[in-house]
């Protein structure tokens, strides 16, 4: 690899992982539907099994943008409700990095009259991987490659807990308590240098559902995330629900991103949602938006469960 292209290199790494904090990791627009993947202790809560698959294009026309896919599972275990099982399989990718993710998430709750209160733990393994195809190297024997990431496993340990009733929630979760960092790399002859490291990311995220009519819901919804040495993300959502099937709305992802949303229940079982982000930073002028679709399918369900959960 040549000195300028060693230089290109360090550059594009250091971007990757400025980007990557200050994403805050991967963000899903339709978080209320699949908080399972931040909060662990969400697993078997809506007292079903459930299966979601979940895809996300962001920054649509942009060359290297993320691009997110998801299966995860949960469901309550044994006949007092009060434990619950899950697993998510995750893989995106932005540019040449690829991250894979297997969690299992186990749950356990403490029913009040009108209420419950669940503790959660999750487990998993990490893996990163850049796909030097995809950069222009002049040299393959070039000895700064093996400075980079390829197939880096970490485990992950995160913890939840998550408070609802049939109103309203609220959850406090850290998906991840281990501190990551892959690789440092220094280049002493051009003085550049670049860290890709993963730290602990804080989410808090709640939501309420108003009786407006009969056949009218209104349910705001709100995730707050923090990591060190990023700005904190916020993100607000406010949804309409007619007759307990349709759902409308818009989204806020402050700085960042404006947002439409919209879901039909198209069976007892099963359920769509969209969403399609507008940015609203200088990187709208080089990308036509960010697109969400989410199924999910519900197992052994009822009206008499369904009908009273919107989260």
């Given at each position: 690899?040549?000195?300028?292209?060693?230089?290109?290199?360090?550059?594009?790494?250091?971007?990757v992982?400025?980007?990557v904090?200050g994403?805050?990791?991967?963000?899903?627009?339709?978080?209320?539907?699949?908080?399972?993947?931040?909060?662990?202790?969400?697993?078997?809560?809506?007292?079903?099994?459930?299966?979601r698959?979940?895809?996300?294009?962001?920054?649509?026309?942009?060359?290297g943008?993320?691009?997110?896919?998801?299966?995860s599972?949960d469901?309550?275990?044994?006949?007092?409700?009060k434990?619950?099982l899950g697993?998510?399989?995750?893989?995106?990718q932005?540019?040449?990095l690829?991250?894979?993710n297997?969690?299992?998430?186990?749950?356990?709750?403490?029913?009040?009259m009108?209420?419950?209160?669940?503790f959660?733990?999750?487990?998993?393994?990490n893996?990163?991987?850049?796909d030097?195809?995809?950069?222009?190297i002049?040299?393959?024997?070039?000895p700064?490659i093996?400075?980079?990431?390829?197939?880096?496993?970490?485990?992950?340990?995160?913890?939840?807990?998550?408070?609802?009733t049939q109103q309203?929630?609220?959850?406090v979760?850290?998906?991840n308590?281990?501190?990551?960092?892959?690789?440092?790399?220094?280049?002493?002859?051009?003085?550049?240098?670049?860290?890709?490291?993963k730290?602990?990311?804080?989410?808090?995220?709640?939501?309420?559902?108003f009786?407006?009519?009969?056949?009218?819901?209104?349910?705001?919804a709100t995730l707050?995330?923090?990591?060190?040495?990023?700005?904190?993300?916020w993100?607000?959502s406010?949804n309409?629900?007619?007759?307990n099937?349709?759902?409308?709305?818009?989204?806020?992802?402050?700085?960042?991103?404006?947002?439409?949303?919209?879901?039909?229940?198209?069976?007892?079982?099963?359920?769509?949602?969209?969403s399609?982000?507008?940015?609203?930073?200088?990187?709208?002028?080089?990308?036509?938006?960010?697109?969400?679709?989410?199924?999910?399918?519900?197992f052994?369900?009822?009206k008499?469960i369904?009908?009273?959960?919107?989260?």
């Open positions: 690899m040549n000195r300028a292209l060693r230089k290109y290199l360090f550059v594009y790494l250091g971007l992982s400025s980007f904090l994403q805050q990791e991967s963000q899903f627009t339709q978080y209320m539907l699949v908080p399972q993947i931040f909060n662990p202790a969400y697993a078997g809560n809506r007292g079903i099994t459930s299966l698959l979940l895809a996300r294009s962001q920054w649509l026309d942009l060359e943008a993320p691009k997110t896919n998801l299966i599972f469901s309550p275990v044994g006949s007092g409700g434990v619950g697993g998510t399989i995750f893989y995106e932005i540019g040449p690829t991250e894979t297997f969690s299992i998430d186990y749950s356990y709750s403490i029913n009040f009108f209420s419950k209160l669940a959660g733990l999750k487990a998993g393994l893996s990163y991987d850049i030097f195809n995809k950069l222009n002049y040299d393959q024997t070039d700064y093996d400075y980079a990431v390829n197939n880096k496993y970490q485990p992950q340990i995160g913890v939840g807990i998550f408070y609802n309203y929630y609220l959850g979760s850290a998906p308590l281990l501190e990551k960092k892959y690789f440092d790399l220094v280049d002493e002859e051009s003085s550049f240098f670049s860290t890709f490291s730290e602990i990311h804080l989410y808090v995220f709640g939501g309420y559902v009786d407006l009519h009969p056949s009218l819901k209104f349910k705001p707050v995330k923090a990591v060190k040495g990023s700005p904190i993300q993100d607000i406010l309409f629900i007619v007759n099937n349709f759902t409308f709305g818009v989204a806020n992802r402050i700085d960042s991103a404006i947002t439409t949303l919209a879901g039909i229940q198209l069976s007892d079982s099963m359920m769509v949602g969209f399609y982000d507008f940015a609203t930073t200088e990187i709208r002028n080089s990308t036509s938006g960010t697109f969400e679709l989410l199924f999910r399918f519900d052994g369900t009822n008499k369904l009908t009273p959960r919107f989260f």
